[in-house]
T-cell receptor, first 113, second 114 residues
Framework: GESVGLHLPTLSVQEGDNSIINCAYSNSASDYFIWYKQESGKGPQFIIDIRSNMDKRQGQRVTVLLNKTVKHLSLQIAATQPGDSAVYFCAENISGGYQKVTFGTGTKLQVIP | DGGITQSPKYLFRKEGQNVTLSCEQNLNHDAMYWYRQDPGQGLRLIYYSQIVNDFQKGDIAEGYSVSREKKESFPLTVTSAQKNPTAFYLC?????????????FGAGTRLSVL
């Protein structure tokens, strides 16, 4: 049945501080991971991706870390800005054949001005 | 929202009514997807299509139907059999080639029941 009253975990960060958003993925066979940002009332937007043969990947103000041993992914946002306020969720993907993507439930990032 | 257009932005359904959500992409992507998003939950896959004239059920296909007559278009019909249709519906597309499967999303359609 439907889960009523579920609330997303929320991370509140002061403007200018760094943010770290965590994600535990489920399938050890997953070999490709993506972070998405979803602003209120909008569709998710691609932020950054990482393959399983890497531990770290950097983009502009964002870094993704992958720990395959404990099946953990994190997204670090440097110098967090009000425009970063959104829900962030990770996605895991197993390549080969139909590439089913499994999305996490998300973390809400709240930036305090 | 890239090259994916969803319409309408808001939709209301009456009891016993079928409604159709539109999704069009101009990214020349082979694969298209429909997801349902409920508050506090991740995206759940309804249907997907890897190529024209072919589509597969996702995890929660009951009460929904799709068609893929054109590469650019993947409409979703929410039938009267779907007893709890109120949700945010997201359409996505991807190139789906190789190891990378980056899905690009539309802006979504919010469906409510009158």
């Amino acid at each position: 049945g439907e889960s009523v009253g579920l609330h997303l975990p929320t991370l509140s960060v002061q403007e200018g501080d760094n943010s770290i958003i965590n994600c535990a993925y489920s399938n050890s066979a997953s070999d490709y991971f993506i972070w998405y940002k979803q602003e209120s009332g909008k569709g998710p937007q691609f932020i950054i991706d990482i393959r399983s043969n890497m531990d770290k990947r950097q983009g502009q103000r964002v870094t993704v870390l992958l720990n395959k041993t404990v099946k953990h992914l994190s997204l670090q946002i440097a110098a967090t800005q009000p425009g970063d306020s959104a829900v962030y969720f990770c996605a895991e993907n197993i390549s080969g054949g139909y590439q089913k993507v499994t999305f996490g439930t998300g973390t809400k990032l709240q930036v305090i001005p | 929202d890239g090259g994916i257009t969803q319409s309408p932005k808001y939709l209301f359904r009456k009891e016993g009514q079928n409604v159709t959500l539109s999704c069009e992409q101009n990214l020349n992507h082979d694969a298209m997807y429909w997801y349902r998003q409920d508050p506090g939950q991740g995206l759940r896959l309804i249907y997907y299509s890897q190529i024209v004239n072919d589509f597969q059920k996702g995890d929660i296909a009951e009460g929904y139907s799709v068609s893929r007559e054109k590469k650019e278009s993947f409409p979703l019909t929410v039938t009267s059999a779907q007893k709890n249709p109120t949700a945010f519906y997201l359409c996505a597309s991807s190139n789906g080639q190789g190891i990378k499967n980056i899905q690009y999303f539309g802006a979504g359609t919010r469906l409510s029941v009158l």
